[in-house]
């Protein structure tokens, strides 16, 4: 019911910055909370930062000050400005949306396929 697609990843050299972008779509559907996590190779993903509807904001320790999560309920849309990237940030950053329907139904969990990140000279 809800497709989640991710813009914006790509090659950045160290100290560079990137915004990536998550639009939320379908029909009859209200967004609640929403974030990005990332995944580099051979490690678990984490979460990066969620934004609630109210804006309410949580980061992780290490992306706490350099990046910032933003969303336009409007639009269905969630933001990652992300500054001072440094190589350590190199991973697949994915949306992640928790959707319910127009009739009240319990929570679902959505996630995008993910962007790649790579912060290199």
């Known amino acids: 019911q809800v497709q989640l697609v991710e813009s914006g990843g790509g090659l950045v050299q160290p100290g560079g910055s990137l915004k990536l972008s998550c639009a939320a779509s379908?029909?009859?559907?209200?967004?609640?909370?929403m974030g990005w996590y990332r995944q580099a190779p051979g490690q678990q993903r984490e979460m990066v930062a969620v934004?609630?509807?109210?804006?309410?904001?949580n980061y992780a320790k290490s992306m706490k000050g350099r990046f910032t999560i933003s969303r336009d309920n409007a639009k269905n849309t969630v933001y990652l400005q992300m500054n001072s990237l440094k190589p350590e940030d190199t991973a697949v950053y994915s949306c992640?949306?928790?959707?319910?329907?127009?009739?009240?139904?319990?929570?679902?969990?959505?996630w995008g396929q993910g962007t790649q990140v790579t912060v290199s000279s």
């Open positions: 992640y949306a928790s959707a319910q329907s127009a009739r009240r139904l319990p929570w679902s969990e959505y």
């Open positions: 379908g029909k009859n559907f209200s967004i609640g909370v």
């Open positions: 934004i609630t509807i109210g804006g309410n904001t």
